[in-house]
């Protein structure tokens, strides 16, 4: 009997969904598998990403069609679940992370210093769009949604002078454009981003088996640091904060930025951790985080937010 996954129909969730499969096909060839494409909310609600009150926007139809077993497991990025997941699911896999950076693509090629003063870019979150405003403001900076593709069209068709988005996401749809590297010191990427979480039911030890013959374990810890900080800090897609963890033989370093709505107040911390204990990281810097006031950076995102949403 074939095993079923359930997925966006977006490219980029397609692209996700195929490379897995080929990746599970190599690793249990005597199993057949079957797409089942689901619409989400982030898919159909077209207002600017941080406008909406629910978090798990792209994936909480998934997640009941797994834990109605109307699928067997689901392909996310991980960036785009939750902390709280469902305790019925659980990430049985998460392999091995793309890039963590973020791209700016121009038509020409432009990067954040070079691209001219007065230019416009799209953002689709806050964590970019403040700490483009940081580097550089004398640019102008919008609010975009859309898949990847939509928003490059807007470059490439003039509509705007450039976008932010994160290279994993145009590296999986191999799509070929001028972009120039962000540095993931300087531009702090989402917690959890260029990594997928493979989910599936907490009970179902078959899939978990199968799954698990494609993990990635330096990839598991650093997602788990990151995952671990935003729990402690209730970030999610829309409030600004900028991490990565990366494992160095057996030591682990994650990075945080915490940003004002106006770019103008930051707490930037960098500690060392074990590969043994990466939760424990991610709790002592999101308490570091809270000692240094934290909770005062974050008030009154949402009324600005409103501002920013109106431009
Ligand atoms: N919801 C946006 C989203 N979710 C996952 C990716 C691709 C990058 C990744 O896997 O983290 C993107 C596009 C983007 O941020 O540019």
Known sequence: MSIKLGTRGSPLSLAQ?????????????????EIEKITTKG??????????????????????????????????SMKDVPS??????????????????????????????SIPSGSTVGSSSLRRAVQISRK???LNVKPIRGNIE????KVTEKKIDGIVLAKAGISR????????????????????????????????????????KIEDK???????????????????CRFPVGAYASVKS?????????????GKKSILIEENGTIDNPFELGKKIGNELKSQGVSEIASNWREKLEEWNKQ
């Open 250 to 262: 057996d030591s682990l370093i994650l990075k945080v930025g915490v940003y004002s709505m106006d």
């Open 150 to 153: 939509t928003r490059i069209n």
């Open 218 to 236: 330096n990839s598991r810890i650093e997602v788990e640091a990151e995952r671990s900080l935003s729990e402690h800090i209730d970030s999610g």
């Open 136 to 138: 550089r403001p004398d």
């Open 84 to 113: 709280d997941l469902d305790s019925s699911l659980t990430i049985a896999c998460v392999p091995k992370r793309e890039s963590v950076n973020d791209v700016l693509i121009t038509n020409d090629g432009f990067s954040l210093d």
């Open 173 to 212: 749809l191999g799509v070929d454009t001028k972009h120039s590297l962000l540095s993931k010191d300087e531009f702090l990427p989402s917690p959890g981003q260029g990594a997928l979480a493979i989910i599936c039911r907490s009970d179902d030890s078959k899939t978990i088996e199968m799954l698990k």
């Open 43 to 76: 898919d159909t609600d077209t207002r600017p990403l941080f406008a909406m009150e629910q978090k798990g926007i792209f994936e909480k139809e998934i997640d009941r069609a797994v834990s109605e077993k109307q699928v067997d497991f689901a392909v996310h």
């Open 17 to 33: 969904t195929s490379w897995v499969l080929d990746e599970l096909k190599n690793t249990n060839p005597s199993l057949t598998f």
